[in-house]
């Protein structure tokens, strides 16, 4: 009895003094501003250093040990496509499914496409990232797992206007249908007001070709119409007019989105909607015709031409607006 207690009583010690000398050695020899295990470790990760993530782990880093983004160490590495990191973290107790934070994007949504920006400029050719993808599938990630808005990576390739990263992830089964769990993907396709024009009419066509519903509704009742427009996306709104969203639909509000072109003065997007057959003499929330609140705004181009859109006067007629019938 006498020699177990002893033996785990000088454990105990020399575990002491393994922790006195790793503090000696970081806060008084030479440099007591040294970072944390845990800092080190999310700064070698970001390096994409194998070597430096060793020495913090070996220094008691935790292997989940997040940075100021709330992104934990893995999500970095499965963002630089660092299969070997990943590998290693895992084998010291990184979970493949992780979750940042923040967006709740897991380790497969930001090794395809970190639609949030981020973590964006680290990604890789495709290729390598469809390798990423396929080494934390092997480790148990989920290809349909959902972030906190219920997307899937699926859909965050589509928000990232990234087709052929979507193209890739359909071929490996992902659920087209599951991409978007409100509305249709029309609505996740025109999520993002910095998307370019370009890429963005590519995503709208490739969404267009998967068969989603151009008029469908979210759980607000927006159409994406309805959806760009309130979320000031006026770059999608155009071009979702242009694929012949239906013009007289209303939101949640009773506007029809000619109604939300004559308040911001829109005149590209007001052509797009008269040449669909946008009705002209309706009343929008506040109880005004669109011309009415491209007058009330000054938008005197805008207003010149929703009036004569609307054609000439009849007898009786007053100068096109409703609000008092």
Not at 55 to 77: H, K, V
Not at 222 to 231: E, F
Request: hydrophobic residues 40%.
């Amino acid at each position: 009895m006498g020699r177990i207690t002893r033996s785990c009583s000088m454990k105990c010690v020399d575990r002491f003094v393994a922790c006195f000398v790793l503090f000696a050695l970081s806060a008084c020899n030479g440099n007591p501003n040294a970072p944390s295990p845990n800092d080190a470790l999310i700064e070698a990760v970001s390096a994409g250093s194998l070597e430096d993530v060793k020495a913090a782990i070996e220094a008691g880093a935790d292997p989940s040990a997040t940075n100021d983004l709330s992104q934990p160490a893995i999500i970095i590495a499965a963002a630089r496509g660092d299969n070997a990191m990943i590998e290693y973290l895992i084998g010291k107790g990184a979970d493949a499914c992780a979750a940042d934070r923040n967006t709740g994007g897991t380790t497969i949504h930001h090794a395809m496409c970190s639609a949030y920006g981020s973590l964006r400029a680290m990604h890789g050719p495709l290729a390598a990232r469809l390798a990423t993808m396929e080494v934390l599938l092997d480790h148990g990630a989920d290809l349909e797992a959902t972030d906190g808005e219920g997307l899937t990576p699926l859909s965050w390739t589509i928000l990232g206007q990234d087709i052929e990263a979507a193209k890739a992830l359909i071929e490996r089964g992902a659920s087209v249908e599951g991409a978007c769990r409100d509305g249709s993907l029309f609505h996740v396709a025109v999520g993002d007001r910095r998307a370019d024009p370009g890429d963005l009419k590519k995503t709208l066509l490739f969404v267009s070709e998967l068969g989603a519903d151009l008029n469908a509704r979210n759980s607000e009742e927006l159409t994406p119409l309805m959806y760009s427009l309130r979320n000031h996306n006026l770059e999608a709104a155009r071009q979702v007019a242009a694929m012949g969203a239906d013009p007289d639909l209303e939101d949640d509000l009773g506007n029809r989105a000619i109604h939300k072109a004559a308040e911001w003065g829109d005149i590209e997007l007001a052509r797009l909607l008269v040449a669909a057959g946008a009705e002209l003499d309706e009343l929008g929330f506040l109880g005004k015709t669109p011309l009415e609140l491209a007058r009330e705004r000054d938008h005197a181009e805008l207003a010149e031409f929703l009036e004569q859109a609307m054609g000439p006067k009849t007898p009786g007629d007053d100068d096109g607006s409703q609000s008092e019938r």
